[in-house]
């Protein structure tokens, strides 16, 4: 299983952009038992939680994005999602996408930079 991200790049502050994350090789009925989650980091700071979101669960955001991002979720495509809407400065980030399954197993994306700059 390979956790696949796509979607950043630089966008103006006040802009959108929307992160994608495959759960590449997973099968749909371990996708539905699976927390996705998005994490952000920037150079010298450790990574931190940006959201998640567990099927049929109440999405759980960090206090410096809530009403600005949307996390969700796909299980057909078995994919997560992050909406990043009026997007500031401080959001440049490099996002990681992280799944956690029903036995624990903790898996990691590459990473995808964003950067947020006039």
């Known amino acids: 299983v390979q956790l696949v991200e796509s979607g950043g790049g630089l966008v103006q502050p006040g802009g959108s952009l929307r992160l994608s994350c495959k759960a590449s090789?997973?099968?749909?009925?371990?996708?539905?038992?699976?927390?996705m989650a998005w994490y952000r980091q920037t150079p010298g700071n450790k990574r931190d939680l940006v959201a998640e979101?567990?099927?049929?669960?109440?999405?759980n955001y960090a206090q410096s994005v809530r009403g600005r991002f949307t996390i969700s979720r796909d299980a057909s495509r078995k994919t997560a999602y992050l909406q990043m809407n009026s997007l500031e400065s401080e959001d440049t980030a490099v996002y990681y996408c992280?799944?956690?399954?029903?036995?624990?197993?903790?898996?990691w994306g590459q990473g995808t930079q964003v950067t947020v700059s006039s």
């Open positions: 090789g997973m099968i749909t009925s371990v996708f539905w038992g699976t927390t």
């Open positions: 992280q799944s956690t399954d029903a036995s624990h197993v903790t898996r």
């Open positions: 979101l567990a099927h049929g669960g109440t999405p």
